[in-house]
């Protein structure tokens, strides 16, 4: 197949983006750009190396001699850290919240970007977020957002943590919560939620996964016999 297809992911939390993301890159032998993995990594790196998470200069100074890269393996990607396999070590907990501490400084953030864009200059990736379509990778073969019904999403969230057998999370709290990170995501002032204009939009409050899938799948491998042509 082409390896310049390039297929982005947006919508909200809970939309299911990363389960398609994770389906795309398996069925069509796509890099799958693991935003979490990448900044994981980077704050492997900054732990590793004592620099704090608080400071973003010192931030910016370390990730201008940091590498990252992703390979696709049968078993998902393997994450490599200045050339080291690190695919183990960035599922930590304490990497992953160190994650979340280095992903706030917009210098860190802009990085990431560019280094998102030099990974998929080639083609040949599948990436989901919140502003991939619009602001990532804006010249996309493919753009896809993914959306449903805060109801449906807040649903799917709470059967996702156990349901009934979690007592201490309720339905009513996780739609609470997902309406709030709706409203900061749409109506932040750095490239807010919104479907890029030419994205396809795919609406899955009354569909199963296995349907969305499905429809999404037909729409990649029509685009990818069109690539095949050119």
Known sequence: MSRRLIVAIDGPAGAGKSTVARHLA???????????????????????????????????TLASGTRIGLEPTPAGNR????????????REPEVTQAASKVSVHPAIRTWMVELQRQLGSAGGVVMEGRDIGTVVFPDADLKFFLDASPEARSQRRYEQTGGATASEVTPEAVLKELRERDQRDRNRAESPLRPADDAILVDSTSLTLDQVLARIESIVQKRVADLAKV
């Open 79 to 90: 994450v490599l850290l200045d050339g080291e396999d690190v695919t183990g070590q960035v």
């Open 26 to 60: 398996a069925h069509f032998e796509l890099l799958n750009l693991e935003t979490g993995a990448m900044y994981r990594a980077f704050a492997l790196k900054a732990l590793r190396t004592g620099t704090s998470l608080d400071e973003a200069a010192a931030l910016e």
